[in-house]
């Protein structure tokens, strides 16, 4: 018994010797686990350590290599951190900048606007190009464009760019470009008004009877007059592209009358030549179209005759189609192509530049501005198309354009086409005309001209001797050049705004060489109703006459609107002006109520988007001083400057009140008619 319970004592030991094996084991494993997870977090949290630390290297590297104002600050305009730029371009140490808050560095007619944008960002809107003037330390100011984007940590993130070099630079050019447009203006006067006497006696001795030699070298002077007159006016529309403001009419006319009158006026070059003109004109064109007519001779005229110039032998075609259907519209596509030597690929990418021809003895041997294609590209967009050239050499080139064009109406067809040369104008429509010229030419041909239109009229030399004819006669027309002596042309204009009655207000015609759409606003701005481009023909002037009505609207509102450019604009088409006007008059207290309210609440996207809308409906009625107060108002909403915004408004909001009313009466007037 003694041996069974020694035995029984030695298990229990034994088991108690392996549990506690088993314990110790199991201590030991998880010790060796927490030691090792311990080992794998310590290791984690040092590269973790060290990617932060080399992410701050990244930044810190970046903050200091960058030629930006770069800046992390609060919503308050506390600065956490800045670049070293920052102590180059503003003056401050960077120590000084972090002790400034950002907005006590604006200037002061820029804090509002800021503060604004600040609001945005604190919402959580980014903001891109904001520009405000920032203090440097000399106390000068500087402009910075700014983009800033807020963190869900509440700090703005922002980039700054110093653009006060690049604002004066670009004030210098506007300038430099007033200059120009000012200089080409006066030379264009300059060279137009003796050009105006060599065309147009040419055109008055044409009708005399002249021996064969005599008419040849008459055709020779005249056509010299006509190249020189078109290399004119291609550096005048070169000058209109370059500075976006070449203008477009629309008139209904015939593609293919058009087309045809073209090439008849060069057939006999072609015919020199021995070569072949085919017209193809698709069905799918529509007979009549509405589109600037005069561009689009313009432009064809340019590729027909550069065809003709650079083709030796074979044939010239010129195909016309529709290559696209949108809607109420079309786009036309036009194809001048000829049997000529072709071209490289190289020389064709140099086609379409300006001042740029094949080689320079293209210049020589054909002459030319360089201008043709350059100008052709530039009417082409214009016209919502483009321009493009297919060649090779030894096979010829097809030169292609594309513009957009609408099928013209009836009443514009027959507004357009009714309007033929009548010898007995004067009598059908009578008319007591006044001439004020100071160039003995014009005069001459003016009185020649408008003799032949059955009008009598007076003459005068300078604005003086028309305020005297005006004290002893009535006209009802006054045919006005811009530029004469002692008084000129426009003062002239004003002088008899404010002498007579709006009822007794003679209609007057501006005789210009300038055809700038600057020169066009001067003309309107000073009481003119129209005007007629040096060198003028006696279907210009014919044209002008028939413009001239004796409404009162006409005669009572020329400072409010100008009834001629309004029906010009609407291609006479007095359906589609009326439904304008009336949408017009119908929705201004709402666009003004917008306006109104964006200037109230200071919202500044608000007051550029509302402004801009008013002034893009208001521009089809020519006020160009509810133009500009408008266009000044969507400026200070873009700019987020509130400065004299109220009475900026009020006095928008007066002239288009004024407007309104007096397109009321026009549709009354219309109405009764």
């Known amino acids: 018994m003694d041996d069974n319970f020694g035995d029984v004592q030695v298990d229990l030991a034994r088991r108690q010797y392996v549990q506690t094996l088993i314990i110790l084991v199991m201590n030991f494993v998880l010790s060796a686990a927490l030691f090792l997870v311990g080992v794998f977090a310590f290791k984690k949290s040092r590269n973790d350590e060290r990617v932060l630390e080399a992410k701050q290297r990244e930044l810190d590297q970046f903050f200091d290599l960058s030629q930006d104002l770069l800046s992390i600050a609060h919503v308050d305009g506390q600065f956490k951190k800045i670049s070293k730029s920052w102590a180059q371009i503003m003056g401050f140490s960077t120590e000084e900048i972090l002790s400034e808050n950002f907005f006590s560095l604006v200037h002061p007619e820029d804090i509002q606007s800021t503060k604004l944008q600040a609001e945005r960002l604190s919402k959580g809107e980014s903001v891109t190009s904001f520009v405000c003037r920032c203090r440097t330390k000399s106390g000068e100011y500087i402009h910075v464009a700014w983009t800033a984007t807020p963190s869900a940590e509440g700090l703005i993130y922002s980039i700054g760019r110093d653009i006060t070099e690049m604002i004066a630079i670009n004030e210098k050019l506007q300038v430099a470009a007033k200059a120009k447009a000012s200089f080409l203006a006066n030379m264009s006067h300059e060279i137009r008004t003796p050009l105006n006497g060599i065309l147009g006696m040419s055109t008055l001795l044409s009708e005399e009877k002249l021996s064969p030699n005599g008419r040849r070298n008459l055709e020779i002077m005249k056509n010299s007059g006509e190249v020189l007159l078109t290399l004119i006016n291609d550096i005048l529309d070169f000058s209109k592209i370059e500075a976006g403001k070449l203008t477009l009419e629309r008139v209904a006319f015939c593609l293919e009358d058009m087309v045809n009158e073209l090439v008849s006026l060069l057939y006999f070059k072609a015919k020199e030549k021995g070569l072949r003109v085919h017209i193809d004109i698709e069905r799918t064109v529509p007979k009549y179209l509405n589109a600037d007519i005069t561009r689009l001779r313009q432009v064809i005229t340019n590729l027909f005759g550069n065809a003709i110039k650079f083709t030796q032998q074979g044939s010239v075609t010129i195909r016309a189609s529709v290559k696209e259907n949108m809607g109420e519209k079309h786009l036309i596509r036009l194809d001048v192509k000829d049997t000529g030597l072709g071209m490289t690929a190289e020389s064709q990418g140099a086609l379409f530049k300006s001042f740029s021809q094949v080689d320079a003895s293209t210049t020589r041997k054909f002459g030319g501005t360089g201008l043709g294609l350059a100008i052709c590209k530039g009417i082409c967009e214009a016209m919502g198309g483009k321009i493009w050239v297919e ?19 009836e009443s514009s067809i027959k507004s357009n086409f009714s309007s033929t040369f009548d010898p007995e104008m004067g009598k059908r429509h009578p008319l007591k005309i006044l001439v004020a010229d100071d160039h003995s030419t014009n005069q001459l041909l003016a009185k020649t001209y408008l003799e032949k239109l059955g009008y009598e009229l007076d003459i005068v030399g300078n604005g003086l001797e028309v305020l005297k004819s005006l004290e002893l006669k ?21 002088r008899i705004q404010g002498r007579y009655s709006k009822e007794k207000l003679p209609w007057i ?7 700038t759409q600057e020169d066009q606003k001067r003309c309107y701005e000073c009481g003119m109703n129209d005007f007629v481009s040096k060198p003028f023909s006696i279907s210009s002037l014919a044209e002008a006459l028939r413009k001239v009505r004796k409404s009162s609207v006409e005669n009572r509102t020329p400072e409010i609107f100008n009834l001629t450019a309004i029906k010009k604009h609407f291609n006479h088409d007095e359906e589609t002006m009326k439904k304008v006007i009336n949408s017009f008059i119908s929705s201004l207290p709402e666009s003004l109520g917008k306006i109104e309210q964006a200037i109230k609440t200071k919202k500044s996207h608000d007051l550029q988007v509302s402004a801009h809308t008013l002034k893009g409906n208001a521009a089809n009625f020519f006020n160009h001083e509810v133009q500009e107060l408008l266009l000044e108002l969507e400026n200070m909403g873009r700019l987020g400057d509130f400065t004299g915004a109220d009475e ?15 397109l009321n009466l026009l549709l009354g007037e219309r109405k009764a008619a």
């Open 391 to 409: 060649s090779k050499m030894g096979e010829g080139s097809t030169f292609s354009f594309t513009f957009i064009a609408e099928p013209a109406t």
């Open 474 to 494: 009535h006209y009802d027309v006054i045919f006005m050049d811009g530029h004469m002596p002692e008084m000129d042309g426009y003062e002239t204009s004003r």
């Open 509 to 515: 015609i501006a005789f210009t060489a300038s055809s």
């Open 648 to 662: 900026k408004f009020l006095k928008a909001q007066e002239f288009l009140e004024t407007l309104s009313t007096n």
